[in-house]
């Protein structure tokens, strides 16, 4: 076993996602107290260029057009055999929807452990996990075997894993890539909404806690006010109440307003990973023990309708006079 | 001396009119029924069979309460009087023309001054008949109120009564024109009639003559009118005492009954005409369209796809439309429920069974509703909002989605300690139930109540985690395994605990314990707090330091008032803070549902013109100097704190709890 | 076409979780197992693929608390066959090990599909579909949200993040772990799950060795500490709007 920390970037059409960077950094953490290098593992075709932001010691780019798009069948069998090869420290995959169906297959096919959804690593080298929905923190130490590890973000800035400085590109040959049990059909891109919420400085997000439709018309009402928009959480968008191009988090948008005010949002990791960015987060929830109070600047722990209204006036108020 | 003559002025020339007028009346009663039966036995035929033969006194005298003396048609003065004037007139036409039968063929007793009474009966009630006539006549006419089918149906039928009675009028009028009789003014109407007949200078002989044509033509309408029934809206005269004679008797109107079963135990969903029995199809033919559950509907009145009206109605249009072809087994007809009647119809009820207090001829739409939306729930055909009330229900055994562990969170403050009736034995056990114990704007009102209770010195404990929601509004959902299962739990935390009677401040809570518990608790009493504080003030137990002076309006909850007719002890309750009540125009069994009921609360609003609540609050904001609108029931509180923001009337009323009175006085 | 669902049992956050006194696990005294959400989505989407083009569903749970009454209440939405996993689950169990014991199981079924939640919020060493699908050496696509089948393959529609979504074609048998079913998790009234616990059956299958490597050892476990905390505003409604307002200003967003 080498003392290397890989980590396995994430792209989609051609750009490289925030996790990977996430994900640097913390492999940069890992390397300290292990004394080996920072690894990028690069799959596509003819993605090259994706290396030139990396903040890594080196890059390991696999080009095959099987590559060229996310597809397990084909990553897993390259991933394997460069994993079986090298026997790294630690490979750290994002804990997304490339980076999750990865780690746990590779877990199982090589036998090596595995440490999900890891928040950060902290001072002692110690992988710290969130589970729970961000309830419950976990520590574990690495194993003795090469690690693989699921990143969550919230741990690190991506800037930290950015660099302009190209690193080191080393070119291999993927393995034979044939009997793809996998195939990409096409991609269907979200329906355009009629506001693009990661461009808006003022977003009021309602999340469960609103319970019904009616009030995804109140919270309207209050962005109205500020000149914001609404947005929400995945529960909102999969009973019907609000589009998809509304969602924040994991397989929604990712945004960075002046303002996020969370309505009834209790602040779920898959919510936290698409706002966690936002200047100023202020959360309204009736449940106190609600994880998105450790994220949030501000909190107000009332039911949200002995508020909104009174807030309504106040801010139409304020923006009249 | 006067006496009554058979056949005055009908000549025996083709022999006795009896033979006529017997065989003419005879066959138009066959006519009729036999039409009636031909009519009327789809019910039984596509219907379930039910036992509703029994106790036939409390049948009978359902009767004579609603049927003679029409006491649900009077408590509306212009249609009560005007349908008084009618039915009665008819009443006493039929018993005049049956005590004319006797008289002629039995005994012979209408002479002397018992004619001249009966004369006189009969004439007055013919002129009570004719203002009622005139009276209907304008209402549909000129009036024309929104709440009235107004079919030509209704004119043949009123057409054909004039008719009927102005023929046996003049009939009379014209044989006192001939004969003259001193005593013509007991016979007021047709004796006024005669005069006419007098100075227009008729000869006896054509007067006479006249009154043959005018008899014939009588005794013809009558006939006619009799063979029509059936198929005219006095079809009612049938349908509407078979209604309330088969009306249910077993069951308050706060208890539902179970789910029905086939012969093999298989639960009956009502989905189909079939799946009703027979008397839930009688109450759609039994329906006179009057419009009056219409009217006191909040659902109807909030422009939600529900008029009880339509909805009876729909099930007649349904059983005569579709019941023959149910019968011919024929598989493609209409469902009732989803096509017939549409889910979003039985979903907007909120059961405060307004409709039912109101109906004359005593229909029963919620249960019918209720058994409809079992189906629906069967089916898992319910709004997503209601989806998560009901699983949290059954997870949680609240509707909030909290702990169990939580439910006892409001009495973190409260010193001494609640008892816990499981472990100690109290003489009240508090169900404090799912809003007074989650709800956020409610904590300080349920913590207000356990302060009344200690200074009232009442020995009281509550469950803790083990009491669940009672059930009343999963039941109302049409949730009845749910229900059960409440119901279940809830007793077993009974059983290990030791009271004596039950105390709750929740109405439907309230209900569902005191009715639908009642076969399997072991008969506890159970108290609304407002009747429990009363007693503790009529005992000296509970005494008022202050007299608050507030002039205040009191909103009867429906499962207090209307279901259980407790109206008398939240206002003696009020009066003894000081404080003085004024009502609403709709107070008592009239009172306004403030529309969260039957699960309303939990279910998506849908499209709403006006919520019931903010009506309320607007009517209770209207009333001269009041300034308090008392609720005791905390769906009500939040339900009105709500309207009175929404309709931004804060300065003009504040919605206080029952207890944060009692509270003040102390 | 055979499917076969998994779920397991996990903590529900609606209570307030507590760490027992080794530090290293959650104290389970009072904790309420609740079926993981996102296999909920995963039955639901079983039966719904039943109901649009036919197919035996056979719901697989480990034991655990409530196991019984959500395969009940599988039945009762349209589930075939109900298989239960008992074994020394009482410590808790980890997904390597749940993953190996139900190997064997799906073996014995020959299922063309095999659904289950993408994650769970418990997963501490990964999920339970893709270590599945390795131990089966069957393909798997997780973050579905829509399966058509379509003879020998499936059609999925797998979410990336900013709503992007790639339509995959997948070769049968195969593992998918469900982000969400195509029509949110369907309502069964309890009548019809009690109905269900009459007349379904749960086949019982032993995990006779459960072998948990592939995970790491907790160290400790913990609340996330206080100090990251919110600033929380307290007062009335109005203190609180107040409150707000001066935040907004001081943020430059009013």
Known sequence: MNQDIYAVVESLQGQVADISYIMLAAARSLAHSSGGDVVAVLLGNGSQGLANTLAADRVIYYDNPALAYFNSDAYLKVLASLIRQNEPRAVLFGNTSIGADLASCLSARLDFPLANSCHHISAEGMLISQVCGGKIMTESVLSDKTT?????????????????????????????????????????????????????????????????????????????????????????????????????????????????????????????????????????????????????????????????????????????? | MPERIDYWGIPYTWGSPNIFVYSIMGLAVLIMLARFYLYARIWWQVGRPEMRWDKLHIRTWRLIKYVIFQVKVLWERYPGIMHIGLAWGFFIFFMGTALATIDSHFIKFLSGNTYLLYKFVLDLFTVFFIVGAAMAAYRRYIQRPSRLTLSSGFTYSLVMIVVVVTGGLA?????????????????????????????????????????????????????????????????????????????????????????????????????SLDDLTWTQLLNGDACTECGRCQDACPAHAAGTPLNPKELILNIRGALHKDGPSILAGNGNTPLLVGERIKDDVLWSCTTCAACVRECPVLIEHVDTIVDMRRHLVIEGRIDDMLQEALSNLGRYGNSFGQSERARAKWTRNIEPKIKDARKESVDYLWFVGDYAS???????????????????????????????????????????????????????????????????????????????????????????????????????????????????????????????????????????????VIEMPRHRDRAFCCGAGGGRIWMDEGEVEVRPSEDRIREAAALEGVTIFVVACPKDVTMYRDAVKTTGMEEKIVVKDLIELVEEAI | MNIAAIFKMVPDLVEELEISSSGKALDMTWIRLIINELDDHALEQAILLKERSGAQVTIIAPDADGTDDVLYTAAAKG?????????????????????????????????????????????????????????????????????????????????????????????????????????????????????????????????????PSGGLDVNRMFQPEVGERATMIDGDEDEIATRLLEIFREIGVL
């Open chain 1, 148 to 321: 693989l590890i699921t990143i969550i973000p919230g741990g690190y800035k991506p800037e930290l894993g950015r660099s302009d400085a190209a690193p080191n590109v080393t070119q291999v040959d993927a393995p034979a890539l044939e009997d793809l049990r996998i195939k990409l059909k096409q991609y269907i891109e979200p329906e355009a909404g009629d506001v693009d919420i990661s461009k808006e400085s003022i977003l009021i997000s309602v999340g469960r806690g609103i319970s019904n439709q009616d009030n995804v018309e109140i919270a309207e009402e209050l962005a109205e006010a500020f000149g914001g928009v609404v947005c929400a959480s995945r529960p909102v968008v999969d009973q019907g109440w609000l589009p998809t191009s509304r969602m924040v988090g994991k397989s929604g948008q990712k945004v960075k307003p002046k303002l996020y005010l969370a309505l009834g949002i209790s602040g779920a990791p898959e919510h936290v990973e698409g706002m966690a960015d936002s200047e100023t987060i202020i959360a309204i929830n009736s449940d106190p023990t609600a994880p998105i109070f450790d994220i949030a600047q501000y909190g107000v722990e009332i039911d949200l309708f002995d508020l909104i209204d009174t807030l309504i006036e106040k801010v139409a108020e304020a923006k009249g006079g």
């Open chain 3, 79 to 211: 589930a075939d066959r109900l298989v239960k996993l008992t074994g020394d689950f009482e410590e808790g169990v980890n997904n390597h090990a749940l993953s190996r014991a139900l190997a064997p199981v799906l073996e014995e079924l020959h299922p063309h599909l095999v659904l289950t939640g993408v994650q769970a919020h418990n997963d501490l060493d990964g999920s339970v579909g893709p270590l599945l699908a390795e131990y089966l050496g069957m393909p798997y696509v997780g973050y579905v949200s829509g399966v058509e089948i379509d003879n020998d393959n499936c059609i999925v529609r797998k979410e990336y993040p900013g709503g992007l979504i790639a339509e995959m074609e997948v070769n049968l048998p195969a593992v998918l772990g469900i982000q969400s079913a195509e029509e949110p998790p369907r309502y069964v009234a309890v009548s019809k799950v009690r109905q269900a616990m009459k007349t379904a059956s749960i086949e019982e299958r032993d995990a006779t060795e459960l072998d």
């Open chain 2, 171 to 271: 009939t009379e009028s014209l044989r006192l024109a001939v004969e003259r009789p001193a005593w013509g003014w007991w016979s007021p109407a047709g004796w006024l009639l005669a005069q006419l007949w007098m100075a227009i200078g008729g000869s006896a002989p054509a007067l006479t003559s006249w009154h043959l044509i005018v008899w014939a033509l009588h005794l013809f309408t009558v006939a006619v009118l009799i063979a029509t029934v059936p198929s005219s809206t006095l079809i009612h005269l049938l349908t509407a005492p078979l209604n309330t004679f088969f009306s249910n008797i077993d069951r308050p109107v706060g208890e539902l009954a179970p789910i029905a079963e086939t012969d093999t135990g298989e639960s009956i969903f009502v989905d």
């Open chain 2, 438 to 580: 989650y709800s956020a704007s409610m904590v300080d009102i349920t913590e207000m109540t356990a302060n009344v209770f200690n200074k009232a010195g009442l020995d009281f404990g509550i469950m803790y985690e083990a009491e669940q929601n009672a059930g009343n509004d999963a039941r109302r959902v049409g949730e009845e395994g749910l229900f059960e299962m409440l119901v279940e739990k809830n007793m077993k935390a009974f059983s290990k605990s030791k009271f004596n009677a039950i105390v709750t401040t929740d109405p439907h809570s309230y209900n569902t314990l005191k009715h639908e518990y009642n076969s399997s608790n072991g008969h506890y009493p159970v108290f609304h707090y407002s009747e429990l504080l009363d007693k503790l003030i009529t005992t000296g137990k509970l005494t008022f330091k202050k007299k608050l002076g507030y002039k205040v309006t009191y909103h009867d909850p429906c499962y207090l008032g209307r279901y259980n007719g407790v109206y008398d002890a939240p206002r003696r309750l009020i009066s003894a803070t000081g404080c003085e």
